[in-house]
């Protein structure tokens, strides 16, 4: 598989000063289990979180806009954590890589929710094997779990900046212009 890339040099300095974790998806509610909504609902409950896209004003105020390319390179250095809920059927979106890339720390849903409408009939769902646990971020199927990693991502700095700094190295190695170049040649 030749993966879609970026260049590491437009994602950069994650600093995670809003103690919050964000997601970015497009009309979240209404496609429900399509963007696992409720697992975000869920895991994220209690917790300042914001969600960013088109379609999600009813979150009311943990809607963060509908920010441009910049904005949203922005918000993924200002944020503390990302919740990514995959998409289906696709296995994950530029919004994982883009995150990944900046290095803030990813929380993910794991394959069961990943592969939940379609069974295994696609298992095509493999941002768990990206995120190595605890190394370079963390995943999933159990919903007090996920929450009490990005409480726990909210709370400790150090272990924040431990997985940024190995979540930016992995995605740079897999979603690297560079290397995804190299694949196309």
């Known amino acids: 598989i030749i993966r879609f890339y970026k260049d590491p040099a437009e994602f950069l300095n994650w600093t995670g000063g809003e103690k919050r974790v964000m997601t970015a998806a497009q009309y979240m509610k209404q496609r429900k289990e399509f963007c696992h909504s409720e697992v975000f609902k869920a895991a994220t409950s209690g917790l300042h979180r914001i969600i960013y896209g088109p379609g999600n004003e009813d979150w009311g105020g943990q809607w963060g806009g509908c920010p441009d390319y910049d904005g949203l390179r ?69 919903i007090p779990q996920l929450h009490e990693w990005c409480e726990a991502l909210l709370n400790d700095k150090g272990l924040a900046m431990n997985i940024s700094q190995n979540a930016r190295k992995a995605a740079i190695e897999t979603f690297g212009k560079e290397h995804v170049r190299i694949q196309w040649e």
């Open 74 to 142: 922005q918000a993924y250095r200002d944020n503390a954590c990302f919740f990514f809920t995959g998409t289906q059927p696709a296995s994950y979106t530029l919004s994982y890589i883009e995150a990944a890339m900046t290095g803030i720390p990813i929380v993910a849903i794991g394959p069961v929710f990943g592969n939940s409408l379609f069974g295994r009939s696609q298992d095509t769902y493999e941002v768990h094997e990206l995120i190595q646990n605890g190394v370079n971020g963390f995943w999933s199927d159990s």
